[in-house]
């Protein structure tokens, strides 16, 4: 028998497999694969460091329980100082805290701490477009601090809330509704809130937090 063309031979043939395999994964790593599914995808668009995806600094960012959740980038650190200086700065003869005292008295408009509120002016314009006036309360072991607020009506508030040692809550009463909020230690949580009329309400722990839990509450006056 006479002896076989090399091209025959199972080694050739496999290497010429291997090389074939080899060949084609180099295209569809360059995206010059000719079949579907060895061409490159385009890439999805990536945020640039501020948060953009269209490059016009537009993106949308998701919000938390419906934007007002967990209050994301801020520590702890970063809230206990804001919050003392907030009831430093705002500190009344009474022992309330009010963000508009400034402007009360100097007849200017309302405003407080990090926010600005032009609401009652007569521009007409839309509440939502108002930026709220921060306000800041720390749960503790049994109270709130500031535990009276002095603030307005028809202003947007942001409060940003925390407990300082254990689990607690937050109940804000808002007429016949109230808003419960549960405060978690460390944990700054964010609720955008605007009282429609004057008046006081009561905020009082939903958490059981010991003996004195009772009698954790403050006050909300709105004028």
């Not at 694969?33 to 995808?41: E, S, Y």
């Not at 907030?86 to 408009?109: E, L, M, R």
């Not at 306000?135 to 028809?154: E, N, W």
Request: net charge negative; charged share 20%.
């Amino acid at each position: 028998m006479s002896e076989r063309h090399v091209t025959t031979r199972r080694g050739f043939i496999a290497a010429l497999g291997f090389s074939a395999v080899s060949l084609y994964g180099a295209w569809a790593a360059y995206g010059a694969a000719p079949l579907p599914f060895g061409g490159r995808k385009d890439a999805s668009p990536k945020a640039d460091a501020h948060g953009s995806h269209d490059g016009h600094g537009t993106a949308e960012i998701p919000a938390e329980t419906g934007g007002h959740g967990a209050a994301a980038g801020m520590a702890p650190e970063e809230f206990r100082f804001e919050h003392d200086f907030f009831v430093q700065k705002y500190a009344q003869k009474d022992g309330s805290v009010n963000p508009h005292a400034d402007a009360d008295a100097h007849g200017g408009d309302a405003h407080g701490g990090h926010g600005h509120a032009d609401a009652g002016h007569g521009h007409g314009a839309e509440m939502a477009s108002v930026e709220p006036v921060d306000v800041y309360l720390m749960a503790q072991k049994f109270a709130y601090s500031p535990d009276v607020l002095r603030l307005k009506a028809g202003v947007p508030y942001r409060f940003r809330m925390m407990a300082d040692d254990i689990t607690h809550g937050a109940s804000i009463q808002l007429g016949a509704a109230s808003r419960i909020i549960r405060l978690r230690p460390n944990v700054v949580t964010e609720q955008t809130i605007t009282f429609t009329k004057p008046g006081e309400h009561l905020v009082y722990c939903t958490v059981y937090c010991g003996q004195a839990h009772d009698a954790m509450h403050g006050r909300i006056v709105v004028g």
